[in-house]
């Protein structure tokens, strides 16, 4: 499971570099969708307890990745909050 996440994350992170200029114009409030954003949120739910907030926060990462690959920044950003917010209440 953590080699499909590093495997998404890495491939997160050449669409980032790629695409960084047009997420730019694509913004929104709360976790944007950057490589920044992706490393703190996926380092601060691999923290957490293993239980159903980590496991629906794993989820909402790797739909956050989808998303970014798929050059969908809104939806990207409200999975990424979405987990960020999972991590922070552990």
Do not use: R
């Amino acid at each position: 499971m953590i080699k499909t996440f590093i495997a998404a994350a890495t491939m997160a992170a050449t669409a980032y570099a790629v695409a960084a200029p047009a997420q730019a114009a694509h913004h929104h409030m709360g976790v944007g969708c950057s490589g920044a954003n992706f490393g703190k949120t996926e380092a601060a739910v691999e923290a957490m307890a293993d239980n159903e907030v980590k496991f629906a926060a794993e989820k909402e990462v790797s739909l956050a990745q989808d998303a970014m690959l798929n050059n969908k920044w809104g939806a990207c950003g409200e999975h990424l909050s979405k987990a960020a917010e999972s991590s922070m209440a552990k």
